[in-house]
């Protein structure tokens, strides 16, 4: 499980590459790793949402992660966010929620909702749409891989 969590975290974090500046204002130094985690997370989130049952993981886990996205949408002290204890387990237990088989038009509504919640932070449509359609692929093939 970890193992391949891990690779779909890693492909989105190489999908976001300079997007991460959306959560991370303080232009003037390195964006620190665990913000590039954070938001990468948050966006594989934020596109499995409409198909993966999270009931499995458990209530703290739940909490973290709604935690973890809404502190993305409100840039709410989000790097901090990112360092709470148990976090990085609770993402990874989510995304290993993500079934093998995904119907399509469940599928379909992942980029949809990533993409609004990227121009919301201010990414421009276009590059929303395009950064929804790396998280997509890299779903996809971490879905097809297991």
């Not at 499980?1 to 989105?12: E, G, H, N, P, T």
């Not at 779903?139 to 097809?144: D, K, L, P, Y």
Request: one cysteine or more.
């Amino acid at each position: 499980m970890s193992a391949d969590a891990r690779k779909l975290i890693s492909s989105a974090e190489n999908a976001i590459g300079t997007d991460a500046y959306l959560v991370y204002p303080n232009n003037l130094r390195q964006i620190p790793e665990v913000v590039i985690w954070g938001f990468a997370s948050a966006c594989v989130l934020e596109f499995v949402k409409a198909f993966v049952d999270l009931k499995g993981i458990g209530e703290a886990a739940r909490e973290l992660i709604a935690g973890l996205l809404k502190s993305l949408k409100e840039r709410s002290s989000f790097e901090e966010y990112c360092r709470t204890e148990g976090l990085d387990a609770a993402v990874l237990s989510a995304i290993a929620t993500i079934p093998e088989r995904i119907d399509e038009k469940q599928f379909e509504v992942g980029p949809v909702g990533l993409k609004s919640v990227l121009t919301q932070l201010g990414l421009p449509e276009d590059e929303a749409a395009t950064l929804s359609g790396k998280m997509g692929n890299a779903i996809r093939t971490h879905s097809v891989k297991r």
